[in-house]
């Protein structure tokens, strides 16, 4: 699709195409829309055979695509790429580094541009928005507390020695957020020697450049992490910080059902009491193991609860969970007879479920994730506790947040271990539905809640902190 040429008032959003990172990005693009102004979403393309972890998201892709006819979708050309011996998350930082000379050609050829807003890994496009003196500010589409801890790590890096992998669960204490066990930090920075974590503390070294920073969360949510990173406690070496802006919770609005037919668990939900079910997902990559999926699905039978389950087929390597699966043969993977003997109290979805509908449904009590950020926010927004399960990226980090933070969850122990027994899983889903460590939660997720939908009135301070985006973006000019 071209771009749309409005003059004078477009804004080019670059994004990667990891589902995860353009979904909210669609989602701020509205936001533009709203206010009048022009969007171009520029894409990075993979060269052919080169960066799986790209290519794997493309169906998506053209699924998001065609959903949002308003917003222009701009695929730049591949660079050259010589294909080194690197993994596809090196191969995926290598496109979008070398695509930065790209989106620079692009945007010489609009006639007028109001900002750039950049993806986290999209760094090296800075360079780009200064060569056409254009404002650029980063779209951070994870927590806030996440975003503090990541640009304090340059600084922890330098003024320490040794591996985070060698320090186990120790804490670390970086400003805004609750001690972090350094094993919960993402895989790749764990060890200096990485030449991902070495890219990755690059981007997080040169992050505090841009203008300022939205920030996919609501102040409620984070106000600690918030502070801090609008006191510049992470940029030691900078006077004045960039402004933060906390403009969540952007979610998918999820179906209008008039539109087209309702999933099959919507009418399952329909027919359960208020708050009676737990509903089990890892997110769209999420990777499960054939033993694990029989540990889990033993585990909610004993629970005695209801379910709601989606199951995606585990990955044939597990280091390539990104990749696409088939569809899981349930009776293959699931214990025998589950489906049966739970049949009165569970349903199994295969690979989708429409998530924001199921998490805002009366019957849904609980929500087992992975703790990826889009799926916390949903669960945040509709007052869900929830059992966090965290498996790649910066979840761990998530986990830490919603549970010591936030206190919005509980953790189901041994994540980080081969296999979580079903003993574990049928104890925090009670410990959640039954006790009263869970009705508090479910009274701090009524606030929540609440908090949530306030976030995003016309005077709330998500929109108003969008007003104030807006008007540093005229100033600029």
């Known amino acids: 699709m ?7 008032q477009t804004v080019v959003l670059h994004a990667t195409l990891g589902v995860g990172h353009l979904i909210p990005m669609v989602e701020l ?13 520029a894409l990075p393309t993979s060269p052919i055979s080169t960066a799986d972890i790209l290519a794997s998201s493309n169906p998506a892709v053209a699924r998001i695509v065609a959903a949002n006819p308003s917003i222009s979708f701009h695929n730049l050309p591949p660079p050259d790429y010589s294909e080194p011996d690197h993994d596809d998350f090196q191969q995926m930082l290598d496109v979008i580094r070398l695509t930065a000379p790209i989106l620079l050609t692009f945007l010489r050829s609009l006639p007028s541009i109001a900002a750039v807003v950049l993806d986290l890994f999209c760094v090296d496009a800075l360079d780009a928005a200064a060569a056409v003196g254009v404002p650029a500010y980063f779209y951070f589409t994870s927590s806030a507390g996440v975003l503090a801890a ?3 790590l340059p600084h922890y890096f330098d003024t320490t020695e040794g591996n985070l992998k060698d320090m186990g669960k120790s804490l670390l204490h970086f400003p805004g957020v609750p001690p972090i066990p350094a094993s919960d930090m993402p895989r790749n920075v764990l060890d200096r020697a990485d030449p991902i974590g070495a890219s990755l503390v690059y981007h997080y070294r040169r992050m505090p450049e841009a203008r300022g920073m939205l920030i996919n969360t609501y102040e409620w949510l984070e106000a600690r992490a918030v502070t801090a990173l609008r006191e510049g406690a992470y940029v030691l070496d900078r006077p004045t910080p960039p402004t933060v802006y906390c403009i969540g919770p952007l979610i998918v ?17 329909d027919a359960q009491p208020e708050r009676s079910v737990v509903f089990a997902s890892f997110g769209s990559m999420g990777a499960v193991s054939a033993e ?23 990955p044939k390597d597990p280091a390539k969970f990104y990749l696409p699966r088939p569809e899981p043969d349930l009776g293959m993977l699931l214990p025998e007879g589950f489906l049966e003997r739970t049949r009165d109290r569970g349903m199994v979805v295969k690979m989708w479920a429409p998530q924001v509908e199921v998490l805002r449904h009366a019957a849904t009590g609980a929500f087992t994730t992975h703790c990826g950020w889009n799926s916390v926010l949903e669960a945040a927004a509709a007052g869900v506790p929830m059992l966090c399960w965290p ?25 980080d271990e081969e296999l979580v027994k079903a003993e574990e899983v049928a104890k925090k889903v009670r410990v959640v539905m039954e006790s009263e460590e869970g009705k508090k939660l479910r009274e701090r997720l009524t606030m929540a809640k609440k908090m949530a939908a306030e976030a995003l009135t016309d005077d709330g301070p998500s929109c108003m902190a969008f007003a104030e985006f807006l008007k540093d973006l005229e100033h600029s000019k």
Not at 29 to 41: D, E, Q, S, T, Y
Not at 253 to 269: F, M, N, S, V
């Open 292 to 314: 694990q999926l029989k540990e889990i699905a033993h585990g909610l039978e004993s629970s005695g609860h209801r379910f709601l389950w989606v199951v995606r087929s585990p």
């Open 253 to 269: 609005k999820g179906e209008d059902a008039a539109k087209g037919e309702r999933h099959a668990c919507l009418a399952w939900l």
């Open 29 to 41: 693009a509205k936001h533009f829309l709203r206010r009048g102004f022009a969007v171009i979403i």
């Open 2 to 8: 071209e771009p749309n040429s409005k003059p004078s």
């Open 150 to 152: 990541f640009l304090h």
């Open 391 to 415: 498996q790649y990226a910066e979840q761990r980090l998530n986990k830490v947040l919603v549970v010591d933070g936030m206190q919005l969850g509980v953790v189901i122990d041994c994540y």
